[in-house]
């Protein structure tokens, strides 16, 4: 049975550690992060590059709180970005679903998050304006629903997006000093559009990292700096000012000639490795390096931009994708089109097959989108309200992909397109090869990069995944037999028991 909390009661912003922090021998000397960063700039301009520690320390020794305060401020306002950089706290964060949504799509930030993909969520958390809110029945039979799909089977990874945004998460998220203050500021300009929590997250990391060390935070705070790209990644913003169409597919694509050559030089280093597939780990993580290599230092010679409706668990998953660029429709623009029959939501098609499930599932979407509009209508701020909107609704999202991340090994198509990535995001990943083919302003560059993407075996057509280099990295039960397809002879068994003699596991 789900729980009703809070959200003020649960919401939870714990400060792991901030660095870097250094000791000298004795430890009789702690030195902060803004201290340490201040020496490390200083040394930056001495000749003396042995023993780094001692210099680091000595320089430490001499400045005092206003000599590293100003010398700081005024190195941070001039836009010298390391020594904001340099500095990372660690957080330990509880919330909903909103926290999540937003603080792991903002670059340069890493987080570790409570997986709804394998853990059932427990709680529905409600923020302060909806603290009293008694009309909940919708969010309750939404999780009782989810409860009936996986019982019956459906996987949790496709049951949750019929739950609301409401539902609990948890994380422990990497964040640079610069990133942090830049996402306070940020903050005041959408404070409209920002829900509660999200606000009162920020200010209390901000609280408890001046608590530690104020100074480098303060000048990041104080400076013009808003180097990174929140909005776009970000739901929470404003309704767009360039709209999103209901429409998928390429709407941009860029193409230098000298292309051509790089992806020979990769189609006949990716038949070498077919014909001559690796025996080792060793052999394979070569090839991996090969393949990277040929495509990395020139990955702009191609780029394509597609976009794509995906539901807000798609959304989820992508966004942390963090080496692609992306563009995301604003949830207001979202629900807007939902609501007034523009826009369907979405449906797995597990649920689609099912008449019973269809049934309960569609109509629990549509009650909690009209009690969105019917809490707007009461004054309660939309930032608030989309708490009771489900996982489902589409959104629009623009995704850059350069030639890297088409056809190197471990980033997002060769990633993204395995059998044990999220389905939906698999779903859309495996038609990304048809779309350049069939969309492409480019028809002979396209069909050549289309049959680096896409393995033909007679009649079947398998996408060349991470498993490209000889070598499929799941472990025993997730492993999916792709590969042999184009390496009938791949013995998994094989490099699982290399795998586990490496690991001592044998």
């Known amino acids: 049975m789900?729980?009703?909390?809070?959200?003020?009661?649960?919401?939870?912003?714990?400060?792991?550690?901030?660095?870097?922090?250094?000791?000298?021998?004795?430890?009789?000397?702690?030195?902060?992060?803004?201290?340490?960063?201040?020496?490390?700039?200083?040394?930056?301009?001495?000749?003396?590059?042995?023993?780094?520690?001692?210099?680091?320390?000595?320089?430490?020794?001499?400045?005092?709180?206003?000599?590293?305060?100003?010398?700081?401020?005024?190195?941070?306002?001039?836009?010298?970005?390391?020594?904001?950089?340099?500095?990372?706290?660690?957080?330990?964060?509880?919330?909903?679903?909103?926290?999540?949504?937003?603080?792991?799509?903002?670059?340069?930030?890493?987080?570790?998050?409570?997986?709804?993909?394998?853990?059932?969520?427990?709680?529905?958390?409600?923020?302060?304006?909806?603290?009293?809110?008694?009309?909940?029945?919708?969010?309750?039979?939404?999780?009782?629903?989810?409860?009936?799909?996986?019982?019956?089977?459906?996987?949790?990874?496709?049951?949750?997006?019929?739950?609301?945004?409401?539902?609990?998460?948890?994380?422990?998220?990497?964040?640079?000093?610069?990133?942090?203050?830049?996402?306070?500021?940020?903050?005041?300009?959408?404070?409209?559009?920002?829900?509660?929590?999200?606000?009162?997250?920020?200010?209390?990391?901000?609280?408890?990292?001046?608590?530690?060390?104020p100074t480098i935070l303060d000048a990041v705070l104080n400076s013009p700096e808003f180097n990174i790209n929140v909005t776009g990644r970000s739901l929470f913003k404003p309704q767009d000012s360039i709209e999103f169409s209901n429409r998928e597919g390429i709407i941009g694509e860029y193409l230098d000639k000298r292309a051509y050559t790089l992806i020979e030089s990769y189609r006949k280093e990716q038949e070498r490795i077919f014909k001559n597939p690796p025996e080792t780990i060793k052999e394979a993580v070569k090839n991996s390096w090969k393949l990277s290599n040929i495509v990395i230092p020139y990955r702009s010679y191609y780029t394509v931009i597609i976009q794509w409706l995906v539901s807000i668990a798609m959304y989820n998953e992508l966004k942390r994708h963090r080496t692609i660029e992306i563009r995301v429709e604003s949830i207001y623009s979202a629900i807007k089109n939902t609501l007034e029959g523009r826009r369907d939501l979405y449906i797995p098609n597990v649920i689609e097959i099912n008449k019973n499930y269809l049934e309960k599932y569609v109509k629990l979407s549509h009650e909690m989108l009209s009690l969105y509009q019917n809490l707007v209508n009461q004054g309660i701020p939309s930032s608030e309200a989309i708490y009771v909107i489900p996982h489902n609704i589409k959104v629009g999202v623009e995704v850059v992909l350069t030639l890297d991340q088409l056809l190197t090994p471990n980033l997002f198509y060769g990633i993204r397109s395995c059998m044990t990535a999220e389905f939906e995001m698999r779903d859309k990943v495996w038609g990304i090869p048809k779309t350049i083919l069939r969309e492409s302003k480019y028809p002979a560059f396209a069909k050549k990069l289309y049959n680096l993407l896409v393995y033909r075996n007679r009649d079947l057509e398998v996408p060349l995944s991470k498993c490209r280099i000889g070598m499929c990295p799941e472990p025993k039960g997730r492993n999916c037999r792709i590969i042999n397809q184009f390496i009938p002879q791949y013995d998994h068994k094989k490099f699982e028991e290399e795998r586990k003699s490496y690991l001592n596991l044998r």
């Open 2 to 213: 789900v729980e009703i909390f809070p959200l003020k009661n649960y919401l939870t912003v714990e400060l792991l550690d901030l660095t870097p922090e250094l000791q000298d021998y004795s430890g009789t000397l702690n030195a902060k992060p803004s201290e340490v960063v201040y020496a490390g700039s200083k040394i930056t301009f001495s000749s003396k590059y042995d023993n780094p520690k001692d210099i680091l320390l000595k320089k430490i020794k001499e400045g005092d709180n206003k000599t590293i305060k100003t010398f700081v401020y005024d190195v941070v306002s001039r836009g010298y970005a390391s020594l904001a950089t340099t500095p990372i706290a660690y957080f330990y964060l509880k919330g909903s679903r909103i926290l999540d949504l937003f603080l792991t799509a903002v670059p340069y930030t890493s987080a570790l998050v409570l997986s709804q993909r394998y853990v059932p969520p427990k709680y529905i958390l409600l923020p302060p304006e909806l603290e009293n809110l008694h009309d909940i029945d919708a969010l309750v039979k939404a999780f009782e629903l989810y409860g009936q799909l996986t019982a019956n089977n459906v996987p949790r990874e496709v049951a949750r997006r019929v739950l609301p945004l409401s539902s609990n998460s948890a994380m422990l998220l990497t964040i640079p000093i610069n990133v942090l203050g830049i996402l306070y500021k940020y903050l005041q300009f959408y404070s409209d559009t920002v829900p509660w929590e999200i606000k009162e997250t920020v200010d209390r990391m901000i609280s408890l990292v001046r608590k530690e060390d």
